[in-house]
């Protein structure tokens, strides 16, 4: 498996944006598709933007349509999940994960990723 290291989270004010990143290593960063998640307290984990393995096709949560972007960078082993517009409501752990076998094309569920990072906090203030 993929290891994987978030970074960039932290507390912002509404309307406020971040730029989380993901380092990956350990296997060849190109072969997976990479997803991140979020889970606020109290809340299961959720879905929040994909991107497949090489041909940048995406795919998002309706919450956050037009408000993130997610991208990658194969050469550098490191995927981003740029956060703008911030609300409240985004105030969660957010996790990154690798998976070998989905795509955008398929529900983006948690069991076909089978790696995540630790997870980083993203606040938002109002």
């Known amino acids: 498996q993929v290891q994987l290291v978030e970074s960039g989270g932290g507390l912002v004010q509404a309307g406020g944006s971040l730029r989380l990143s993901c380092a990956a290593s350990?296997?060849?960063?190109?072969?997976?598709?990479m997803g991140w998640f979020r889970q606020a307290p109290g809340k299961a984990r959720e879905f929040v933007a994909g991107?497949?393995?090489?041909?940048?096709?995406?795919d998002y949560a309706d919450s956050v349509k037009g408000r993130f972007t997610i991208s990658r960078d194969n050469a550098k082993n490191t995927g981003y999940l740029q956060m703008n517009s911030l609300k409240p409501e985004d105030t969660a752990v957010y996790y990154c994960?690798?998976?070998?076998?989905?795509?955008?094309?398929?529900?983006?569920?948690?069991?076909?990723?089978?790696?995540w990072g630790q997870g980083t906090q993203v606040t938002v203030s109002s």
């Open positions: 994960a690798a998976s070998s076998s989905w795509t955008v094309l398929a529900p983006p569920r948690s069991g076909l990723f089978g790696s």
């Open positions: 350990g296997r060849t960063f190109s072969r997976y598709a």
């Open positions: 991107i497949n393995r090489s041909d940048g096709r995406t």
